[in-house]
């Protein structure tokens, strides 16, 4: 099982980028699928969540800026970020998880996303 997350680069603020988490070995079709991340000194939090059967969730900071959709045909999950602020700087990672047993959790690679101010 493979998560390979990447779109990360340099982007000033107010601007925008799609991150792409691509998955092989599973059917994302079954699993929910979160992006996380985790900025410079500080611990990894849940950004947002496409579960399998409704629409995205997502924290607050981001709400309104971010979307997460996926494309089950295409195996792959994908993170729109807009109206990007110095804040959201950091690794951005993917994890999936089965719908139907919550100890398949699968973690790709980060992508550094650097909003520059």
Do not use: H
Not at 19 to 33: K, Y
Not at 87 to 110: A, F, K, L
């Amino acid at each position: 099982v493979q998560l390979q997350a990447s779109g990360g680069g340099l982007v000033q603020a107010g601007g925008s980028l799609t991150l792409t988490c691509a998955a092989s070995g599973i059917d994302i079709s079954g699993f929910n699928v979160g992006w996380y991340r985790q900025a410079p000194g500080k611990g990894r939090e849940l950004v947002g969540v496409t579960p399998t059967d409704r629409g995205a969730v997502y924290v607050d900071s981001v709400k309104g800026r971010f979307t997460i959709s996926r494309d089950n045909a295409k195996n792959t999950v994908y993170l729109q970020m807009s109206s990007l602020k110095p804040e959201d700087t950091g690794d951005y990672y993917c994890n999936s998880v089965s719908r139907v047993n919550n100890m398949m959790s699968y973690w790709g690679q980060g992508t550094l996303v650097t909003v520059s101010s």
